[in-house]
């Protein structure tokens, strides 16, 4: 079993970053591959960015060059940079892992996930 906790969520203007975190505990989390997701208000839970056990990177083409995601193995601690953000990256964000190999973009891929936390951007 592995939990996972979402934080730095929080409001900032348009233009602005924020940076989530996501730690691990029970099972080493540095075991799973991890994935970021965003689910805004009426709208379907969406793949944001993905990251693997080595550090390779994958992410969506409305985040590309925005966001980074990256890991402390020592720390069992994700990150999502977020830059740049929009009135549209408003959303719940969650972080989620899974211990299949190769990029997963779907949610019924990953066995755990975060509680979420709220990003709210306004213009």
């Known amino acids: 079993q592995v939990q996972l906790v979402e934080s730095g969520g929080g409001l900032v203007q348009a233009g602005g970053s924020l940076r989530l975190s996501c730690a691990a505990s029970?099972?080493?989390?540095?075991?799973?591959?991890m994935g970021w997701f965003r689910q805004a208000p009426g709208k379907e839970r969406e793949f944001v960015a993905w990251?693997?056990?080595?550090?390779?990177?994958y992410y969506a083409d409305s985040v590309k060059g925005r966001f980074t995601t990256s890991r402390d193995n020592a720390k069992n601690t994700v990150y999502l940079q977020m830059n740049s953000l929009k009135p549209g990256d408003t959303a719940v964000y969650y972080c989620?892992?899974?211990?299949?190999?190769?990029?997963?973009?779907?949610?019924?891929?990953?066995?755990?996930w975060g509680q979420g936390t709220q990003v709210t951007v306004s213009s």
């Open positions: 029970g099972r080493t989390g540095s075991s799973y591959a």
């Open positions: 990251l693997s056990r080595s550090g390779t990177t």
């Open positions: 989620a892992a899974h211990s299949r190999l190769g990029v997963s973009t779907t949610e019924g891929s990953y066995d755990y």
